[in-house]
């Protein structure tokens, strides 16, 4: 995708604009995913137009919490983040990496799946969203080794990207400096405006792709009036966010501190179970389980999401590195809120609040960076 | 090309569930029959070919003297023994008798109590002998069992995962029912079943009984918020699985 500078005023579509701008993208062959209703909850999943969209409904989202409600309006987008993020499209939860086959004469042959990689259309991406690709995409595709089959997803995604007309309980991506307004790393962006009698889209383009999809939709210039009502969304979202996370001196504070007694309280109340880090859009640990049939003729090397919550993640010989709940969760959040800038140069977390709602008893990242802030023991040891 | 190893299947206290599902691999059955010997497996043939055995799978709990002698035997005969199912690795439903007294329970069933040789517990195979692998579920997954007899035919280590539930729940791209309001035991149960029941919209049972780092009072506090009693608590986690020791734990830590 060639990053452009987004159009300053941006054009106009309305609600059937966006029904042809999703008839376009897969008459153009991408798979186009976006949020869907599913099990009351919204997720993204495979859209078949704007009939497909969670229309008139929100998500209520607290530590540990989610409901869906009805929102006064028929906004499409009217909701903070889907459970699941895009990650499960571009780093899929299981993938066979290859397979092998013992031939008749002992030699054996290797072989990789073929995979025309999935050329996605992701309708409906947050800002916090974009900035998460961009910190996964340094993982998979900067450094020695790139996952091709990563990056040619990524390199082939068309996205749509929507800036946030309501902060969610949980989200806190002013703090990270994620949000919420998308500024780049989309083809094309919509805010929405629902209001009363009135709902249309302000487009701003991203892309050069961006602007010949735009260029098959009806669309109009906008308004400065417009403009204007579409910044206001976002400035309105901005001041309403869930949470805040007070990153200042994050990486000392957390790495000077890792025998703080705020970890044994956190482990007391921690399951060990993964679900913050199978939602985090940034998490990006797998492990590969070498699996042989029973000929002992096949054999293949499958891919799988892992977590630093399991005791197998820091097994080395001998036993598990990370034995106690209180070393697991420290891991994780020194990890991704102070050591990832080490390694990546970048923070870890780009405030989406995912790992907030959906952990199972409610614990807050940010509640827990306060708590060591408010007493900050300094016990480094080395 | 060389011997195929010999395999044993055993019965002890259970419903044949686990072993069935050997015999419910019907795609992998012939691939089975042709990697290893079916030495020793009455529900398959009556034909049986003395051991000792390359492999034994063994099937439910210890709740007889008899039994109590006879795992001896089986595994005095077996170079790898591999326990498989809720009654072999943790005592089963029928350790629900370990909470009470077996002789109130004999008393009110049978006609003639007399007769009725038992102990007074159900028990896990590995608390009398030692055992080499454990195979977790109630029944357990017939994938998991092919992995480990592959695994095993291999001299490998089995690709069976012992974290939570709540994985495979998350790599199913299910919905988590906890956060939306139904108790659920899967951050604590032992992954294995694919999380079938969040699936299906109900929270999980614990068939595989705990995970290997259960933390259970933290999640029997989330589902005491969720509007569960002791009672429930003490009821869910005595199930297949209650003699398990984190289960037994936390249910008679909810005992009133
Ligand atoms: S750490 Fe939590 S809030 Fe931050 S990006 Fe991951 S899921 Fe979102
Ligand atoms: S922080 Fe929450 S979601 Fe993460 S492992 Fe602990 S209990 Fe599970
Ligand atoms: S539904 Fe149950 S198993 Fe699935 S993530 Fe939620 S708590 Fe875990």
């Known amino acids: 995708m060639q990053a452009l500078k987004a159009d300053n005023s941006g054009f106009v579509i309305g609600p059937d604009g966006l029904q042809r701008l999703l008839e376009v993208l897969a008459g153009e062959g991408y798979r186009v995913v976006g949020p869907a209703l599913r099990d009351d909850a919204i997720v993204y999943d495979d859209i078949d137009g704007v009939a497909s969209l969670p229309v008139g409904w929100t998500d209520r989202q607290e530590p540990g919490r989610y409901a869906l409600e009805r929102r006064e309006d028929n906004a499409c987008f009217g909701y903070a983040v889907g459970l699941h993020s895009w990650k499960k499209f571009l780093f899929p939860p299981a993938e066979t990496l290859w397979t092998a086959q013992r031939g008749s004469d002992g030699a054996i042959a290797v072989s990789t799946p073929e995979r025309a990689p999935d050329k996605f259309a992701f309708i409906g991406v947050r800002s916090c ?55 780049q790393g989309f083809d094309l962006a919509l805010t929405e405006l629902a209001d009363g009698a009135e709902h249309w889209f302000l487009v701003e383009v991203g892309s050069e792709a961006g602007r010949a999809v735009l260029e098959q939709v009806p669309h109009v210039p906008a308004t400065a009036e417009q403009a204007e009502a579409a910044r206001a969304v976002s400035e309105r979202t901005a001041s309403g966010m869930g949470r805040g996370l007070d990153t200042q001196g994050i990486k000392d504070l957390l790495q000077d501190n890792p025998e703080h007694s705020r970890w044994d309280d956190v482990a007391e109340r921690c399951l060990s179970c993964a679900n913050c880090t199978m939602v985090c859009p940034t998490c990006f640990c797998s492990t590969v389980e070498e699996h042989s049939d029973l000929t002992g003729e096949n054999a293949q090397r499958v891919r799988k999401w892992d977590s630093c919550f399991t005791m197998d993640y820091s097994y080395i010989h001998g036993g598990s590195v990370r034995s106690s709940a209180r070393s697991r969760y420290r891991q994780w959040m020194t990890h991704k809120l102070a050591n990832w800038i080490d390694q990546f140069g970048t923070s870890g977390c780009v405030g989406c609040g995912r790992c907030i709602t959906w952990c199972p008893v409610g614990i807050d990242l940010t509640e827990e960076v306060a708590a060591i802030r408010a007493a900050p023991e300094e016990g480094r040891s080395r | 090309m060389a011997r195929r190893p010999k395999l044993a299947v055993w019965k002890f206290a259970s419903c044949d569930g686990c072993q069935l599902s050997l015999l419910d691999c019907e795609d992998e059955l012939l691939a089975v029959a042709g990697a290893v010997e079916i030495a020793n497996f009455p529900e398959a043939s009556s034909a049986v070919v003395e051991g000792p055995y390359d492999l034994s799978l063994v099937e439910g709990s210890i709740t007889t003297p008899h039994d109590a002698q006879r795992i001896q035997a089986v595994r005095a005969q077996s170079k790898f023994l591999v326990t498989i199912g809720a009654c072999a690795t943790a005592g089963g439903i029928q350790a629900l008798r370990n909470f009470a007294d077996v002789k109130d329970f004999i008393a009110a069933v049978y006609a003639s109590p007399q007769f009725i040789d038992t102990l007074a517990t159900s028990t896990a195979i590995s608390a009398h002998i030692p055992v080499d692998y454990e195979l977790h579920g109630c029944p357990i997954n017939k994938a998991q069992l092919v992995e480990v007899i592959s695994a095993f035919l291999a001299g490998r280590k089995p690709a069976v995962a012992a974290h939570s539930v709540c994985i495979e729940c998350k790599q199913r791209g299910n919905v988590c029912v906890m956060v939306q309001g139904t108790p659920c035991l899967g951050p604590v149960t032992h992954a294995g079943c694919g999380a079938i029941c969040p699936a299906y919209r109900r929270g999980c049972y614990g068939c595989y009984g705990p995970m290997e780092t259960p933390n259970m009072p933290a999640l029997t506090r989330e589902w005491c918020e969720l509007g569960a009693d002791g009672r429930d608590i003490q009821r869910v986690l005595r199930s297949f699985n209650a003699w398990a020791e984190p289960f037994r734990q936390e249910s008679e830590a909810h005992d009133d």
Do not use: K, L, W
């Not at chain 1, 993982?139 to 040619?152: I, L």
């Not at chain 1, 929507?162 to 307004?181: K, L």
């Open chain 1, 129 to 183: 969203e974009i900035h998460a690709m961009a910190v996964q995409g340094r993982v998979f595709e900067e450094g020695p080794y790139t996952d091709t089959a990563y990056a040619a997803r990524r390199a082939g995604a068309f996205i749509v990207a929507v800036n946030c007309a309501e902060a969610g309980g949980t989200c806190f991506c002013v703090s990270m400096e994620t949000g919420p307004r998308a500024e």
